[in-house]
T-cell receptor, first 116, second 111 residues
């Protein structure tokens, strides 16, 4: 069964450093997402990406964040200068969305980011 | 704007007892609704989704949910809880192309 894969599973970084989280969405999906889950809290939407551009972003997704689809398979989330409060589990998802029917998003296993 | 509200951040049931996790939605149009489950230290897995084809939706692991327009609810149930059902459960709604999650309900199973 197709799945969304994320690397690395864990990342520890020093405050102020840049990190790149990587994802390989399901190949025939056109919509890609990043979500964040701070430990013990809800799953928060960060950004959606379609047709090689951001289609929507939340207020969490400020100038420190960026996303990119550098080739035909990878989808990345970059945090330019990490803060302690960026420590969280980051989930990538992809979706075969048309608007005409209810399709689910498929989620990766997540990358646990720890900023020290 | 569409949103979902989950009642109860923690629910405890005995093994073998009925599981009922509550979710209410706010929407002016028929919503696209989901239930996802998150097992400890894992990602989000789809349990079931509402497609408007039927108000009673059956999902994986014996779970089902009933869409009730009159009550704006989409509660998740399972007749008999198993220890392996201990997890976090998220009700979610599709808002355009993105999916927005409720705050989650942690289900505890008592032996």
């Amino acid at each position: 069964e197709p799945e969304v894969t994320q690397t690395p599973s864990h990342q520890v970084t020093q405050m102020g450093q840049e990190v790149i989280l990587r994802c390989v969405p399901i190949s025939n999906h056109l919509y890609f997402y990043w979500y964040r889950q701070i430990l013990g809290q809800k799953v928060e939407f960060l950004v959606s990406f379609y047709n090689n551009e951001i289609s929507e972003k939340s207020e969490i997704f400020d100038d420190q964040f960026s996303v990119e689809r550098p080739d035909g398979s990878n989808f990345t989330l970059k945090i330019r200068s990490t803060k302690l409060e960026d420590s969280a589990m980051y989930f990538c998802a992809s979706r075969d969305w048309t608007g005409a029917k209810n399709t689910e998003a498929f989620f990766g296993q997540g990358t646990r980011l720890t900023v020290v | 704007a569409q949103s979902v509200t989950q009642l109860g951040s923690h629910v405890s049931v005995s093994e073998g007892a009925l599981v009922l996790l509550r979710c209410n939605y706010s929407s002016s149009v028929p919503p696209y609704l989901f239930w996802y489950v998150q097992y400890p230290n894992q990602g989000l897995q789809l349990l079931l989704k509402y497609t408007s084809a039927a108000t009673l939706v059956k999902g994986i692991n014996g779970f089902e949910a009933e869409f009730k327009k009159s009550e704006t609810s989409f509660h998740l149930t399972k007749p008999s809880a198993h220890m392996s059902d201990a997890a976090e459960y998220f009700c979610a709604v599709s808002l355009g192309d993105k999916i927005i999650f409720g705050k989650g309900t942690r289900l505890h199973i008592l032996p």
